[in-house]
């Protein structure tokens, strides 16, 4: 079991906590004014992620322009013991953002200047209020492009903090890959610079890829050196259904094998197609189906297209159509990315308890045959779909918002898929993070190791005021 964590002195500071918070937002506001709130719709907003877990108000909102703003305010906090929740787009689906003590919520997205553009290294310096989409547009005339695309409107800072991937990562990889340098801001206040941009180093712990993932609990990044890529020559993008999910998983297994260099290949389950249809206006069969990207030359990506055509061919599809024309593959991915929306409009006055595992590609049937098998006696609507072309895929159980039985239901097949994607030598998440969703499921698959990271946790914040409740469960004080 790991080590137990510190509660940061703010949980259980009674009226003189009260008093501290009241001082420290004076500050706050002297030092920043408009940029510093207590406006409570405002603090609600930055109490809740897309999750379906309860709201958790900070008691202020910062919003920081600069490294060395974000260094006082923290500065600030450790000096009282103030819990600090760093805070992006707000579109984290494990209750990553949640002020589970209250505190101070900094929130980075006026820190959204795109500081460096190095076309002939291929990379770039960000801060982390850098939208992804916003990025790409820059980028455009550079002939280079930020691959990683998870699908929602979030920041890149938010990716680096939940080790983000998407449908592009089959191919260009995650946003582990693809971070090459951080500057963070550390709990006592002081700051630091990992990696940088080289494209490889030998230079001791490998500190970058430490950050990455962390959630907000080991350091706040305020700027980021990201790896680019090329724009391809050409794309183009396909769609076709398969007679049974199993169908279109085996047909994928056999394209990752053969080695056909796909860019994206998603995964919709029957329910999945019938909500995007509704939602995006399409007409779609109902029915399992792959939505498919290919990047390279005109004459590879026509390869590619066939290849991966004859594949489907063999698995029962009964059609395979493409397209290299730009407004296609917009509406197609534009439904895609939708689909999360669209399975909560399934249901009038809903909320989706959204999932996700990962597991080696030659499991990825049998994993989702099972959860499907589940999914067939769950009271509730439950699409699935993927980044099936890593091993990676989703469930959304759309749940009435005053139902707790749905609730300890969908935990329960949740559940039930985690065990078996790590039966499979999987992992209880492949990219929404552990926040306070999935930490007793982090026990279950790291086991002994949760105790390295809870030592870590504690060396590098030991008041324990970064985000804390996320990734660890903390142990009630002693009376």
Request: with cysteine.
């Amino acid at each position: 079991m790991p080590r137990a964590l510190r509660r940061c002195a703010c949980c259980h500071m009674g009226m003189d906590g009260a008093a501290r918070i009241e001082d420290l937002v004076t500050t706050l506001q002297a030092q920043y004014g408009e940029r510093c709130t207590i406006n409570h719709d405002v603090r609600d907003r930055h109490g809740r992620g897309e999750s379906w877990h309860p709201s958790a108000a900070p008691d202020v909102v910062v919003f920081p322009h600069t490294t060395e703003e974000v260094s006082s305010i923290v500065s600030l906090c450790a000096a009282s013991g103030t819990p600090i929740i760093p805070f992006g787009a707000g579109t984290s689906l494990e209750g990553q953002v949640q002020a589970l003590h209250g505190g101070v919520c900094i929130d980075l997205s006026q820190m959204n200047a795109i500081v460096a553009v190095n076309a002939e290294d291929m990379d770039c310096v960000i801060q982390p209020g850098v939208m992804r989409a916003d990025l790409n547009a820059q980028l455009r005339d550079t002939g280079l492009f930020f691959p990683i695309d998870p699908g929602a409107e979030c920041t890149i800072g938010g990716m680096v903090a939940t080790r983000a991937s998407g449908t592009n990562a089959v191919r260009y990889g995650t946003m582990r890959e693809n971070v090459l340098g951080l500057t963070v801001v550390m709990a006592d206040g002081s700051i630091i610079k990992t990696g940088g941009r080289a494209r490889k180093s030998a230079a001791g712990y490998d500190l970058t890829r430490l950050f990455v993932g962390s959630e907000g609990t080991l350091g706040i990044v305020t700027d980021i050196t990201l790896r680019l890529h090329g724009i391809p020559e050409a794309t183009a993008a396909a769609v076709v259904a398969f007679p049974s999910i199993d169908a279109a998983v085996e047909t994928v297994i056999e394209v990752i094998q053969v080695g056909v260099p796909i860019a994206r290949i998603e995964l919709m389950d029957d329910v999945s197609i019938d909500a995007v249809n509704r939602y995006s206006a399409l007409t779609l069969p109902v029915a399992p189906t792959l939505f498919l990207e290919f990047h390279g030359s005109p004459a590879s990506v026509k390869e590619q297209a066939e290849t991966v055509e004859a594949l489907a061919t063999e698995h029962g599809s009964a059609s395979f159509s493409w397209s290299d024309k730009a407004e296609d593959r917009s509406e197609l991915w534009q439904a895609r990315h939708n689909a999360y929306y669209a399975g909560l409009a399934l249901k009038a006055d809903s909320i989706g308890l959204v999932t996700d595992v990962c597991v080696p590609i030659s499991r990825l049937a049998e994993c989702i045959r099972e959860t499907k098998t589940d999914l067939a006696q769950c009271p509730m609507p439950a699409p699935l779909l993927g980044h099936v072309g890593d091993g990676n895929f989703h469930v959304c159980f759309i749940m009435d918002k005053d139902a707790p039985d749905q609730v300890e239901e969908a935990e329960r097949l949740h559940g039930r898929m985690v065990a078996r994607a790590l039966a499979m030598g999987g992992t209880c998440t492949g990219e929404h993070g552990i926040g306070m969703g999935k930490r007793t499921h982090l026990v279950d698959e790291a086991g002994d190791g949760v105790a390295v990271m809870a030592l870590i946790k504690n060396a590098l914040d030991p008041a324990n005021i970064l985000n804390p409740g996320k990734i660890f469960e903390v142990d009630e004080p002693e009376s």
